[in-house]
């Protein structure tokens, strides 16, 4: 049987699709206001996303999902260094998004934060920092529960966009949280932060290496004499590994407060590019 509307029916059905086009046009942030349109496109993430999957020999030599956001997190490009989505894990494609979203709003330019001296410094903080200051009894235990993921925005489809040019996270808040590695901000010339990059794929470590290697053939890791917690200024925010045994059981303590476990076939993080 067919529905009929009145006139009434029909003012309501106006009523209903003008509030949704509102509250789409209030999640959609490809405006004015847009920072997407000074950090690299979907083009160019992918090529350094796939050069620096290349150059990473740690891990499990998997293909790999990566995410650009910008100081708004607002989603500016989504790429997979495979033949097709298929061919790297399809949860880590959200994963990305989450720690690009994470190291974005955890992190400070030089123009947002005073060191002891009263410098500017700011504060870079990598995903990879998160880890053990998020764990029970750490000092940023429950951070990871704050400021979910929004899951219209990350499951939308059609999924055979997924991670090309017209990916529908794309001009969009993703949200999330992530507290293991593969998430940097990134810094423009004069250590500004314009957003964030997030890796996922395989080890968390290896999503940090490969985080970093993308960061710096971008050229957005302009943070030489940014703050950070791993005590080399030449790598700020780099992953950290100083987690101990813990002889009862249960997660291992960092020396520093911000370490991150170690992982299968791990590299050295030092040997990572120095920052700019």
Known sequence: ?????????????????????????????SGDNNGCRNLPDHNALRAAL???????????????????????GVVCAVAFTGTNRGAQWPGSRVISAQKANTANSFSLDSSSRANSSGQSAGLALS??????????????????????????????????????????????????????????????EGKQIVGAIG????????????????????????????????????????????????PTGGAGKSVGGFGHPVCLNQADPSALPPVQ
């Open 1 to 29: 049987m067919s529905r009929k509307w009145g006139s009434a029916g029909v003012k309501s059905a106006a009523l209903i699709m003008s509030i949704v086009g509102g509250a789409n046009a209030e999640r959609n942030n």
């Open 127 to 188: 995903t990879a920092n998160l880890y053990s200051a998020t764990q029970p009894g750490g000092n940023l235990f429950g951070l990871q529960e704050s400021n979910p993921v929004d899951p219209e925005v990350a499951y939308q489809g059609p999924s055979s966009l997924y991670g090309t040019g017209r990916d529908p996270m794309t001009g969009q808040k993703i949200g999330g949280v992530n507290v293991f590695g593969g998430g940097l901000a990134l810094y423009s």
């Open 50 to 72: 796939v050069a620096a999957t290349a150059a990473e020999a740690s891990g499990l030599n998997n293909q790999m999902w990566g995410t650009i956001v910008d100081r708004d």
């Open 199 to 246: 890796v996922s794929g395989d080890t968390s470590c290896a999503d940090h290496n490969i985080a970093w290697r993308t960061r710096h053939a971008l050229s957005f890791d302009h943070l030489m004499g940014v703050g950070g917690v791993s005590g080399d200024p030449t790598h700020p925010d780099n992953i950290i590994f100083d987690i101990t045994a813990n």
